[in-house]
């Protein structure tokens, strides 16, 4: 069923419907996870529009990536991309692409993660967003350790410009992680410092689990894993506080390395345990 532009979508959305979605929402906020999704559910089997269930859809996978069941979350995102391909005058599908994208990421299927930022790519003609799409690219290249090629694009957007003040930050942490993977200097740390004293206190704190994971990083490759497993569950911590399971995955892996160093190998696999409990993430590759 596809709309009509100037449809209202909403419209005749049954009462029990819009009922259910304020008690899913409520629920929502007030962490009752399970009940949320009972509620989302129902609400998704009521809606009788594409739009409204795109929606519920995709509400339903970041619900689902919260409670750690990454299977459930990339079958609903990939439903909502479905429907939301079904409405002629649409505007979020790359936004779903690009969650599709972390989550395929999380999960480790990388062409996969690949591929789907690079439909984002293809849909938008901001340089501004083709610079975000470029920098997550170079994390996935990244974390198959295809440094020259992260490398390449990142000077590819070095190239292209503009940056958003956050962005900018972000583009000059991944030139460091690459700089750091393939063991050359960075001769960028001026302008990062620069960067970083010139953003407001809120974009710092919004910035600042990336911040700790490359410091952990930096303290890794310099020996001293003390300060690296400081550092690491800082950024565990700060991800999870905002629910990114991403963020908070690649803190909680990065944090076995320095575990290990210590000897602390019960302590490692505990936290690798952990992760392995997720639904979705038992195929990690390790």
């Not at 619900?63 to 649409?90: C, T, Y």
């Not at 690079?118 to 967003?129: D, N, R, V």
């Not at 960075?186 to 302008?191: G, I, K, L, R, T």
Request: glycine letters at 4%; charged letters at 25%; aromatic letters at 10%.
């Amino acid at each position: 069923m596809k709309l009509k532009k100037g449809e209202n979508f909403f419209y005749p959305s049954p009462k029990s419907f819009l009922a259910s979605m304020k008690k899913a929402n409520k629920a929502w906020e007030e962490s009752k996870l399970e009940k949320a999704k009972d509620l989302f559910e129902q609400a998704y089997q009521k809606s009788k529009h594409v739009f409204t269930q795109s929606y519920v859809a995709e509400c339903l996978s970041t619900l689902e990536a919260q409670r750690g069941d990454l299977s459930s979350a990339l079958h609903w995102a990939n439903q909502s991309l479905k429907l939301i391909r079904e409405v002629p005058w649409q505007t979020g599908e790359k936004r779903l692409l690009k969650f599709l994208s972390s989550l395929e990421r999380t999960v480790g299927h990388y062409s996969q993660a690949e591929s789907y930022l690079k439909q984002a790519q293809a849909k938008t003609s901001s340089a501004l967003e083709k610079n975000q799409l470029l920098i997550d690219l170079v994390q996935i290249l990244m974390e198959q350790a295809s440094y020259s090629q992260a490398k390449e694009l990142i000077n590819q957007a070095k190239d292209q410009g503009p940056f958003n003040p956050l962005d900018k930050i972000l583009f000059y942490f991944r030139l460091k992680q690459v700089a750091n993977a393939l063991g050359q200097p960075f001769d960028q740390e001026a302008n990062l410092s620069q960067e970083w004293q010139a953003l407001e206190k809120k974009d710092q704190e919004l910035l600042k689990p990336y911040y700790d994971f490359l410091q952990g990083q930096e303290a890794c490759l310099a020996g001293h894993y003390e300060e690296a497993l400081s550092f690491f569950r800082q950024s565990a911590s700060l991800f999870q506080a905002r629910q990114d399971l991403l963020g908070q995955v690649e803190s909680l892996l990065a944090l076995t390395q320095p575990l290990m160093e210590f000897g602390l190998h019960e302590q490692a696999s505990e936290v690798l345990s952990e992760l392995l409990h997720w639904r979705g993430l038992e195929d990690l590759p390790a």
